[in-house]
């Protein structure tokens, strides 16, 4: 099973910034600065991780600590109990 | 009523100079601030060979320096021309070509995206850009520049601004706008609202797209303030600063509360400071309009509605009227006349649905060098919005349906034709047919049916990552449906009613 961060990884590129494949995705650069994820964007990502790892986020959960880049997503995930 | 646009802010800057105009993240600027560093970058701008009616272009998010830079285009004498940040290459091509603008501004982040477009003058930040033929000039060129506004060779009459929107044709046409027209819509919408120096708005929307410029306009004509958050993708934090910085007024488009009541911390929190929400660009479902009156306790709510040809507002509904007339968007705003009309201009009686038309000081002058879709929206009654309603017997207004076509992609006009013609660019598709597809969140997204050229070897990718380049996200289909043909009428043109069934 491939590793948690690729999963995400893979799921931005082909969402967010497919054509641009060239893109480095830093995980600890802003996915909303650096214009990747708007706010829909942050809205499929929380479908996406809700489904993919059959979590539940809560509203209160959704603010940049948790979402902002690959790392914050990661660490939240992690104390969500995703390994 | 201020004569030009740029005195709202230089009277407010007379009586209020130490008061914080405006806040963004840590940055807080002052009246006087802003008016002297836009009296600075305007000196620039004239020295730069800046002619009376000149357009410049404006590629920025909410910022700062975008206000400075709107005024300072103002108080030069030029015509603003404020375009998406996130435009492209092509698109920003396209607008520097039909505006004819020879200077353009850039922030830093819309400045790492436009390396070689083709602008003769770019003013932007103060970093190495290459700009080969033309000449790269930093911000900070402007700060010894004198303090003091130079003088205006303008008058209200004269145009303050073009602002793009999609066109029936496809390609963008450009809205002019005078200062007179933005005035006028100015006082009104300070008036219907009740604004004071003591209101401060949450900014959200973009100030390029009319009702996001309002804000900007209405809260410097009374002295109030702003505070400007373009992180929306976290509605949490928006809340937060709200809270924080005591937020007395918030706008949005349907799509805005949609996000805010479904998935924020919006319905749960007390902001006691809110007191008036608007929504403007585009039918909020009832609901959703039902919901967001339950959460925002004592604010009241002002359902408008308006237009880029009218400066952007032409009606509003009262809120006390908000439960008996449920569905409408309200009565003409100060100034602004609107009838229902057939389509030779006759005027119809109450109940009966027709053209919605709308005169007053704030409707455009016509599109920017387009004579023929200048003819076809401004008729000797006035601006045909392209939307279709009725009056009930005491005046109200409700709207039925807009022209055909048309997307309104949260709150913005998009053409599915410049959508259709981009798809066609990408040679790999025959045939292409747009629809709007409801959407929850943005109340409608594009979805294509495209067929491929050569449908053994196609493959969506290439054509996605084409359209990625070419249009801004808001025009990029949410869904693409890969068919072998596509309906058609018996005239032969694509029938697109069946597509959406």
């Known amino acids: ?83 | 009523m201020a004569a030009l646009v740029q005195h709202y802010l230089e009277e407010t800057a007379q009586r209020f100079p130490d008061k914080i105009a405006l806040c963004h993240g840590a940055i807080k600027a002052t009246y006087q601030e802003i008016d002297s560093s836009a009296n600075r970058l305007a000196h620039l701008l004239r020295e730069k060979g800046l002619k009376p009616g000149e357009r410049v272009l404006l590629v920025m998010e909410n910022s700062l320096d975008s206000v400075r830079a709107y005024y300072a285009i103002l108080k030069a004498g030029g015509v603003s021309v404020e375009v998406p940040d996130r435009s492209t290459r092509a698109e920003v091509a396209y607008f520097l070509e039909n505006s004819g603008a020879r200077i353009c501004l850039l922030s830093k982040a819309s400045a790492a995206r436009l390396t070689g477009i083709a602008a003769p003058v770019i003013i932007g930040p103060d970093i190495a850009f290459e700009h080969p033929g033309g000449e790269y000039v930093s911000w900070k060129t402007s700060e010894v520049m004198p303090d003091d506004a130079p003088a205006a060779q303008i008058d209200e009459n004269s145009l303050a601004a073009i602002v793009y929107t999609s066109g029936s044709t496809g390609k963008s046409k450009g809205v002019m706008l005078t200062h007179k027209n933005l005035c006028t819509n100015t006082a009104a919408i300070v008036t219907y609202l009740g604004l004071t120096e003591n209101d401060r708005a949450m900014a959200i929307l973009p100030f390029h797209y009319v009702y996001g410029k309002t804000l900007l306009n209405t809260h410097f004509a009374t002295g109030g303030s702003m505070v400007i958050n373009n992180r929306f993708a976290f509605p949490n934090a928006v809340i937060d600063e709200m809270v924080k910085k005591e937020c007395t007024l918030f706008a949005g488009v349907p799509s805005t509360f949609a996000i805010l009541l479904n998935r924020s911390i919006f319905a749960k929190t007390e902001i006691p400071s809110l007191r008036i929400v608007t929504q403007a660009g585009g039918a909020m479902a009832p609901a959703l309009r039902g919901r967001l009156l339950e959460c925002i306790r004592n604010a009241t709510l002002y359902v408008m509605y308006g237009a880029t040809e009218a400066s952007a507002r032409l009606s509003y509904l009262p809120p006390e009227r908000l439960k008996d007339k449920l569905g409408s968007i309200g009565i003409p705003i100060p100034g602004v006349e609107i009838t229902v009309r057939d389509d030779s201009g006759t005027v119809l009686p109450p109940h009966t649905s027709g053209n919605i038309c709308a005169a007053g000081p704030n409707i455009m002058q016509g599109y920017w060098q387009d004579r023929e879709e200048t003819d076809k929206a401004l008729k000797p009654w006035g601006l045909v919005t392209g939307d279709l309603g009725y009056k009930d017997g005491e005046g109200f207004i409700f709207l039925t349906g807009r022209k055909k076509e048309m997307l309104k992609v949260g709150g913005e006009r998009i053409s599915p034709k410049e959508i259709e013609d981009a798809i066609i660019a990408s040679r790999l598709v025959h045939e292409a047919a747009v629809i709007g597809r409801p959407d929850e969140l943005l109340s409608e997204v594009p979805e294509a049916f495209i067929v491929p050229i050569d449908a053994k070897t196609f493959q969506i990718e290439p054509l996605i990552a084409y359209i990625r380049e070419e249009l801004s996200p808001q025009k990029q289909p949410r869904r693409w449906n890969i068919v072998g043909s596509l309906p058609k009428k018996s005239s032969g043109k694509i029938d697109k009613e069946a597509l959406k069934k």
Request: zero cysteines.
């Open chain 1, 1 to 83: 099973m491939p590793a948690t961060k690729d999963v995400i990884i893979n799921f931005i590129k082909e969402n967010f910034v497919m054509g641009r494949s060239d893109t480095v995705i830093d995980p600890s650069m802003s996915l909303i600065e650096s214009g990747i994820m708007d706010s829909t964007g942050v809205l499929e990502l929380v479908e996406f991780l809700e489904s993919t790892f059959s979590i539940k986020i809560e509203d209160e959960e959704l603010v940049p600590e948790n979402l902002e880049t690959i790392d914050n997503i990661i660490a939240f995930l992690n104390k969500k109990g995703v390994a």
